[in-house]
Nanobody, 115 residues
Framework: QVQLVESGGGLVQPGGSLRLSCAAS????????MAWYRQAPGKQRELVAR???????VYADSVKGRFTISRDNAKNTVYLQMNSLKPEDTAVYSC?????????WGQGTQVIVSS
């Protein structure tokens, strides 16, 4: 089993920045993919950004140029740097990890963008 613990969420004004962290622990062999998803009230969960263990990244169109995903493989940690935040970025952000053949989810961290 792998456990994922997120941190870094909170309340921020529009145009501000936040950095989310997700630390993985447990029986870790190879976290092939780590990612951030988000779910806003009344909406479906969506992929925000994904990164492989080799550093290949994918971003949702809505966050390109504003968000940056990175990972520290030695620490089994993935980060999401969020800049130029908008009210529509308000959501619960959840960490995801894929270690074949299993997928794991964190409990989520709330991000609220409001003045």
């Amino acid at each position: 089993q792998v456990q994922l613990v997120e941190s870094g969420g909170g309340l921020v004004q529009p145009g501000g920045s936040l950095r989310l962290s997700c630390a993985a622990s447990g029986r870790i062999f190879s976290l092939d993919v780590m990612a951030w998803y988000r779910q806003a009230p009344g909406k479906q969960r969506e992929l925000v950004a994904r990164i492989t263990n080799r550093g290949s990244t994918v971003y949702a169109d809505s966050v390109k140029g504003r968000f940056t995903i990175s990972r520290d493989n030695a620490k089994n940690t993935v980060y999401l740097q969020m800049n130029s935040l908008k009210p529509e970025d308000t959501a619960v952000y959840s960490c995801y990890a894929f270690q074949p053949p299993n997928s794991y989810w964190g409990q989520g961290t709330q991000v609220i963008v409001s003045s």
